[in-house]
């Protein structure tokens, strides 16, 4: 992973707020925006505006050569899904992952939605895997480990009966996107480094309906599961602070930023 790791200070961490605010809000506006008819490449565009016109850089737009501002992922897609033609059905299981820059400060976050009227198959998908990063974000306190995070998001997605990805995980953020350390949605209590005041994580469960197996597709990006079955994902950046985890892109009822 790119950059090494360190304890940000307060003032870093401010400013990972403000970053992280602002995708929250980004974040907020394209779910309300998904709804039958509307392109993948309709909201990378309202991405990519909504990015800009907040004073900010679209992080995702040439990193690592993606040509995007925002990943969209739809039904057996779990994540890198790139925006292009395709047309968003009714009971589509629609997956936007995102990320940008503010003053050399990144922010990552993503979520899931359901588009119209979803089936019963979805929707269970969708709370279990919000539930998962919920249960991912309350084990990252002070004197935990990294285990202690993916164990949580593990024992509770398997115990639902779904599976996890492994090929993908969390990671530490900052100056750079992807930091260390890495952060798996399955381990051990007490394993792996020891969380800190200072430690600002990106923590994203990937939660598949059927096996755990993947693939990637011919576009070398879009990553998809093997058994054809839904796949459902949930990100926010945390910050490890003295009180216990700060979610840094908190998604507001309503997409106004100040």
Avoid at 70 to 84: A, F, K, R, Y
Avoid at 156 to 165: C, F, I, T
Wanted: net charge negative; aromatic share 6%; charged share 20%.
């Amino acid at each position: 992973m790119a950059g090494a790791f360190r304890l940000k200070r307060p003032d870093e961490i401010e400013k990972m707020r403000a970053s992280g605010k602002i995708l929250g809000a980004c974040l907020a506006h394209l779910a309300s925006e998904v709804r039958p008819g509307i392109t993948t490449l309709d909201l990378d565009r309202e991405a990519d505006t909504f990015i800009r016109d907040h004073g900010c850089i679209p992080g995702f737009l040439g990193y690592q050569d993606f040509p995007n501002s925002l990943c969209v992922s739809v039904n057996d897609e779990i994540v890198h899904g790139i925006p292009g033609a395709r047309v968003i059905e009714n009971g589509d299981l629609v997956s936007l992952d995102c990320g940008l820059i503010l003053d050399g400060w990144w922010a990552d976050s993503g979520l899931s939605v359901a588009c119209g009227d979803p089936s019963a198959e979805v929707a269970r998908l969708i709370d279990v895997t919000r539930e998962a990063l919920d249960r991912g974000i309350a084990a990252a306190r002070p004197g935990n480990h990294i285990g202690d995070i993916g164990h949580a998001v593990q024992t509770y997605a398997e115990a639902e009966g779904y599976s996890l990805v492994r090929e993908y995980v969390g990671h530490g953020i900052g100056r750079n996107m992807h930091e260390a350390p890495q952060v798996p949605n399955y381990g051990q209590p007490g394993t792996g480094n020891e969380l800190k005041p200072g430690y600002v994580l990106a923590i994203e469960p990937m939660v598949n309906a059927g096996g755990a197996q993947v693939r990637v597709l011919a576009d070398e990006w879009t990553v998809v599961t093997a058994d054809g079955r839904i796949s459902c994902y949930f990100e926010h950046t945390v910050a490890i602070t003295d009180h216990g985890p700060e979610v840094l892109t908190l998604r507001p009822s309503h997409a106004a930023v100040a």
